[in-house]
């Protein structure tokens, strides 16, 4: 059993950013995948991007690629999801979750086992 819990999230300017923490307790993340996923109001719950258990190996959604970034901190048990850039169409409820998805599955919500609560970001003048 995996225990996810993201932080970080807040009411933050256009232009602005935002780190976002993914803590984990019960296993190491290590040996997972830990994606990132979003939902905004009124929308379906959207891949952004997913760190591979494999070294140095990510993916993310055009949308956001060249804006967010994603990193571990193995020593922490925590993944993080830098967000640069924001703007309006990135307000959303952003949760992590863990798993060992296919590659071909990995942006996939169904692939991932275990999900955190959710935390909450609003871009806004």
């Known amino acids: 059993q995996v225990q996810l819990v993201e932080s970080g999230g807040g009411l933050v300017q256009p232009g602005g950013s935002l780190r976002l923490s993914c803590a984990a307790s019960?296993?190491?993340?290590?040996?997972?995948?830990v994606g990132w996923f979003r939902q905004a109001p009124g929308k379906e719950r959207e891949f952004v991007g997913v760190?591979?258990?494999?070294?140095?190996?990510?993916y993310y959604a055009d949308s956001v690629k060249g804006r967010f970034s994603i990193s571990r901190d193995n020593t922490k048990n925590t993944v993080y999801l830098q967000m640069t850039g924001l703007n309006h169409e990135d307000t959303a409820l952003y949760y992590c979750?863990?798993?060992?998805?296919?590659?071909?599955?990995?942006?996939?919500?169904?692939?991932?086992?275990?999900w955190g609560q959710g935390t909450p970001v609003t871009v806004s003048s």
């Open positions: 760190s591979r258990r494999s070294a140095n190996t990510y």
């Open positions: 019960g296993r190491t993340l290590r040996d997972y995948a």
């Open positions: 979750a863990a798993g060992q998805p296919i590659l071909s599955a990995i942006r996939t919500e169904a692939a991932y086992r275990w």
